[in-house]
Each structure stands twice: as structure tokens, then as C-alpha cells.
């Protein structure tokens, strides 16, 4: 799991940022992306981190901004993406294990087939994201804003979606086994052959008892 060390800077209380030497994570203190000295350098890292290693543990790149890249088929495991943004990312067939990305903003993202587990994305936010075809169990999507975002054919096995607010946005033929829908703002949404039954919907918001 990545260290929850504290931005060095005298007034700040975020998270820092890890350093990178000789393509190993350095556990000791630093500074979060906004405070680092040499914040290009040290985005530069990580990128770089990332892209030659296919199996990243530990990783924090809290408040950073990810763009034109691509992750395909990478594996990351207790790694901390919290308020990052990503824009136009392809992390085709990647897999998450308890990695936050809780408050990121992810856009014109190509997420298709990613595996993801135990993974918080608690009020992040969804434009034009394509989840298709993914593996997304026990994850925590609660208070989510999906706008034209697709999780189709995905299987969301005890996943959370509490207090979610979801535009034009498609879960068909989705696995809902004990996903939570719970006071979630919905318009457009669609549910077309996926199993509602077995979700937990807030009392007559279920989608099969609105088409009564
Ligand atoms: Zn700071």
C-alpha cells in the first residue's frame, strides 16, 4: 500500500507525491505535485515509472494530471490516484486492486475490459467513458457523476453506486448481483438486460417498477 507521507510544505496537508529513483518507489518524505520543487521532473517520473513497469505497488500520484497515455494491460495494486484527472486513457485490459482514485475526473477515457477490485472511485466524475466489458467487483462507485459513459456487459458484482447522479449513461446486460443503487439521480439511464432484480434499488426507483 502506498505511504500517506505529508506534503514537507510548512501549511500543507496533502498527500505527497512519489519519488522515483533508478525505477524504484523511495519511501521517504516529499512534496505533493503542487509543492514539488521540480514538478515537471517529477510528473516526468512517474509517467515514465508507469509505462516501463507492467506490475506497479504502491504508487501515490494524488493530484495529478494524466493525458494521452496509455496504461494497457498494466496491474496496479495499492496505488493512489485521489483528485487526479485523466484525459484520453487507454487502460484496456488493466487491473486495480485497493487503489484509490476517489474525486479524479476521468474523460474520453478507454476503459474496456479493465479488472478491478476492492477499488474506490467515491465522487469521481465520468464524461464519454467507456467501462465495457470489465470486471468491476467490490468496488465503491458511491456519489459518482457519469455523463455519456457506458458500463455495458460489465460485471458489478457488490459494487456500490450509493448517491450516484448518472446522465445518458448505459449499464445493459450488466451483472447488478447486490449492486447498490441507493439514492441515486438518474436520467436516461439504461438498465436493458441486466438483472435489476438482483440490485438494490431505494423504494420504487427500481427501473422494472417505473415501467409498471
Ligand atoms: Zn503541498
Known sequence: MFKLNICSHPTCKHIAVSQIRNNTILEGPGYCIDHSPNKEDIEQAIFEYILKNDKIVGLN???MNFYD???TGKKFYGCNFQ???FS???TE???HRMCFFDFAVFADCNLIETNDQFTSFAGATYSH???TNSDLIHNNFSGITAYQSSFDDSDLYNSRFINASLYNTSFRNCNLK???FSNITQENVSFKLANTRAAIFSEGMNPLQEKK
Open 61 to 63: 500520484a494524488s493530484r
Open 69 to 71: 497515455i496509455g496504461f
Open 83 to 85: 483528485r487526479c484527472s
Open 88 to 90: 484520453n486513457i487507454n
Open 93 to 95: 485490459g488493466s487491473r
Open 129 to 131: 467513458v467507456l467501462y
Open 178 to 180: 447486490n449492486t447498490d
